[in-house]
């Protein structure tokens, strides 16, 4: 779908291969959306996209979990979503989700790191007193070095 008009409150979609297909509706409050309209039955086959929409939403629902268990096997994944949450979710869908989420938690971490120095910086500011060692490693990344310890 793509969006044909959105304002704050009334919105309308309409099917990306021109169909003629919509949905328009809009929302009550912050958490209800009220459909008013829907075109007759779609019968456009779902898109590709659809298909990474699923596996994204995967990765960030179950992104926890992942941090706790990265290597979630995919059978087991496929299963734990389907009960959890009624979605048709593919064995691809499950193992591109796995890898999203994998991405997802490098680039947290990497986001974490790079904070280290203002952290740091607020420590002294906090404690005069105290004494703040940064050890890094130098890498084989340029211009890039490892954090060992704080
Ligand atoms: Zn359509």
Not at 90 to 111: F, H, T
Request: with cysteine.
């Amino acid at each position: 779908m793509r969006w044909t008009r959105s304002d704050k409150q009334k919105k309308r979609a309409q099917c990306r291969n021109n169909c003629g297909w919509y949905v328009y509706g809009s929302w009550h409050g912050r958490s209800c959306f009220m459909i008013k309209n829907v075109g007759k039955d779609h019968t456009c086959p779902r898109s590709v996209r659809m298909k990474v929409a699923n596996a994204v939403w995967a990765a960030k629902k179950y992104l926890d979990r992942f941090r706790r268990e990265p290597n979630w096997k995919v059978k087991n994944m496929m299963v734990e979503i389907r009960q959890a949450h009624n979605v048709q979710i593919s064995r691809r869908q499950c193992y591109r989700a796995r890898i999203y989420a994998k991405r997802m938690l490098g680039v947290s971490l990497v986001k974490e790191y790079n904070k280290v120095r203002s952290y740091m910086a607020e420590m002294k500011r906090k404690d005069h007193a105290g004494t703040f060692i940064l050890e890094v490693d130098p890498s084989s990344i340029p211009e890039r070095v490892l954090f060992k310890r704080l």
